[in-house]
């Protein structure tokens, strides 16, 4: 049983934010690792697979892990409202932080772009939503100039701030396994996440895992060296041609001996399908390129699972983007109101 | 930081269930009390509201805690199959808990009255689904009747198991809050949750809280006492006319001596909304109503807040229902994809 006050209160002194106010929390973080023998014995023979499931975070992805921080740090600098440039789960975050501190947020997304329905949480938390019409870069290059001419607080992953609450999941996974793990599978989209993954395990000085990165085949500058001009993925939350921190990723791979790949959208979604067929888990599609570039490694012989420990991050709950879940599913069968025709659709 | 194993690893003793086999779990439970000083001060001035934050369980609502108890019997009672009657949250946790333990789950739904996308959870952890020409009730009493005659363990709220599981969030408030709160505030649809708290608490022996349901007002049988043929509200999970518990709820809010109410869909919506924008934490619609209820009976007098300790449960996340989010939001203002156009908007 938890009294747990958030990621502020248990990290505290060793997050670089301001100490000077009370810490904005929604009491994020404590997310489970969870044990996934069944996916595990499918994809890491040999091996032991964890699930950390960021999804429970409380607007149901990681983001919230790096808003805790930003948004206090935004408080302590005197802010009173922040804004965003952000089609999903950053503008969700955003807007939760900000209305538990009283702050105003703003959200820019390209107009006609976005069903209003993607933009549920960032609505249901009172966030003002403006439409540009423009690319989601006009987007973000006119929140960027905004907080340079006005008193808004930027929170996008470019806010150093965010990173140092990010970076608090690595701490979490080395103590929930007592050690770190051997391989550490995340999706990399804006590789923000990456980039504080390992931030976090160096900082630990607990032991280092390598660091698997998987990309969506059609959103994958790292593997391809270049800016993708338009990134195409049903993974949505990392359809994202040019990340922030392309190179802090590359230099975290590299230091870890890891190991980075593409995975087809098919291949993102026969992972999302596993995980939750066989362990219960639902996570939204993005998040299952990290199980998929597992999957595809293991497959190639780049890594062998035997006796290796692997960890792979759910990074949104499936919830997020309920139409996928259904997308293709068949219709149910329809029967009469009766026990017996029940019965024989049960094979009894 | 908890290396928490879901409800059986902690309380095992404690329940009524089979310890003879492997609890099944997605490490349900554990989920953050959080304090609402905004929300506090709009609506119990003088006292102190916190939010027990159900929604953070794995599959989205407090129905996990039930499950893993009911899934762990039905494992060790040999069944391969589990069936239940849902449109909601019951189906997505009997779905996600059969995936974990390898059962099949085959969930009954009245034919042409559910939009697929309010299955997402079921479909996704790979449930079967089937139509039944006929209503809700039909469908209750045909997986009641194939559980006596087929080898299927039924894992609707009439299965003892569930209890057990669900008692365990009085503890868990009990715990966090270093004694119970004076009230604990709750939406009632089919009476199982009241039921569970109320168990709990007494189980517990460390204090009891007056109770408060809100039923709402289009289905709102405790307050009719009488049953509702056809309930109506946009809060649909407790849309139910006819409570399961009834009893067990009537007897439980007579011996905390504690309050009963309905709300109407305008009072719950209001609820939703404050909750949201003044906390940052998005629940579903019906979770709301146990807020609403609070909200209603202080400012009729019923309940006087001074000094008091609150609790609204929060049955639910948000996402489960992103439509009520968007639900007469008006549509982004648009405009050019200048920095200028920004600020002018920014009032800068």
Chains 1, 2 share one sequence.
């Not at 976005?114 to 290059?141: E, N, P």
Request: proline share 6%; hydrophobic share 45%; glycine share 12%.
């Amino acid at each position: 049983m938890r009294k747990w006050g958030g990621l502020i209160a248990r990290y505290g002194a060793r997050l670089a934010i301001s100490q000077s106010v009370e810490p904005v929390t929604l009491y994020e973080g404590d997310t489970p690792l969870i044990p996934a023998p069944r996916l595990g014995d499918a994809v890491v023979p040999g091996g032991q697979l964890f699930l950390k499931y960021e999804g429970l975070n409380p607007t149901g992805s990681f983001k919230d892990r790096g808003m805790t921080t930003a948004i206090t740090q935004a408080v302590a600098d005197g802010a009173r409202s922040v804004v965003c440039a952000s089609t999903g789960n950053t503008a969700a975050s955003a807007a939760a932080y900000a209305a538990r501190a009283g702050l105003k947020c703003i959200v820019l997304i390209p107009d006609g772009k976005i069903a209003l329905g993607k933009l549920a949480g960032a609505v249901a938390y009172g966030a003002r939503v403006i439409a540009v019409k423009g690319s989601f870069d006009d987007g973000l290059r006119m929140v960027r100039e905004a907080s340079e001419r006005a008193p808004v607080a930027l929170v996008n992953s470019v806010n150093p701030a965010r990173l140092q609450g990010q970076k608090t999941a690595a701490w979490e996974v080395t103590e929930q396994l007592g050690q770190a793990p051997d391989w550490l599978c995340l999706p990399i989209g804006n590789a923000g996440n990456i980039t504080a993954y390992w931030l976090g395990f160096c900082e630990d000085e607990k032991g280092l895992p390598r660091l698997l990165g998987a990309q969506a085949a059609g959103a994958a500058p790292l593997i391809q060296g270049k800016q993708i001009k338009n990134p195409e993925t049903r993974a949505t939350a990392i359809r994202i041609g040019n990340p922030a921190r392309w190179q802090e990723a590359v230099s975290a791979l590299e230091r870890s001996n890891g190991h980075v790949l593409s995975v087809t959208d098919d291949e993102i979604f026969a992972a999302y399908h596993m995980t939750a067929r066989l362990e219960g888990i639902f996570c939204e599609p993005s998040s299952a390129a990290g199980v998929a570039g597992l999957i595809k490694s293991v497959a190639s012989g780049k890594v062998n699972p035997e006796g290796k420990r692997f960890v792979c991050v759910l990074t949104g709950h499936g919830l997020k983007d309920p139409d996928s879940a259904v997308d293709g599913a068949e219709r149910p069968i329809s029967i009469a109101p009766t026990t017996a025709a029940f019965l024989e659709v049960l094979g009894v």
